[in-house]
């Protein structure tokens, strides 16, 4: 059974960071590219930043410099440093694995930015 298992989200003051984390079980990690999204109320899902097997890493424009993506595939983990938090930044955010055809998702956490 395919997990992603996101945590780290929570209630932070504008400017400041979070670092999310998704462990992952039931797939070859390391030869998945992974993923953050985000969705905002009202909003569709966009993708937040991504990793490939190899390494290589992909945002989205608007959050170049602020959000960093990273990969532990001894521990099975994809992280996403998040600093500079802005109250446009509240959204559930979801962890992704895919592979070819092989597309999960986690439950999301939500990060709140607020003052």
């Known amino acids: 059974q395919v997990q992603l298992v996101e945590s780290g989200g929570g209630l932070v003051q504008p400017g400041g960071s979070l670092r999310l984390s998704c462990a992952a079980s039931g797939i070859t990690f390391s030869i998945y590219t992974m993923g953050w999204y985000r969705q905002a109320p009202g909003k569709q899902r966009e993708l937040v930043a991504s990793i490939t097997s190899g390494g290589r890493t992909n945002y989205a424009d608007s959050e170049k410099g602020r959000f960093t993506i990273s990969r532990d595939n001894t521990k099975n983990t994809v992280y996403l440093q998040v600093n500079s938090l802005k109250p446009v930044d509240t959204a559930v955010y979801f962890c992704?694995?895919?592979?070819?055809?092989?597309?999960?998702w986690g439950q999301g956490t939500q990060v709140t930015v607020s003052s």
């Open positions: 992704n694995a895919a592979f070819s055809s092989l597309d999960y």
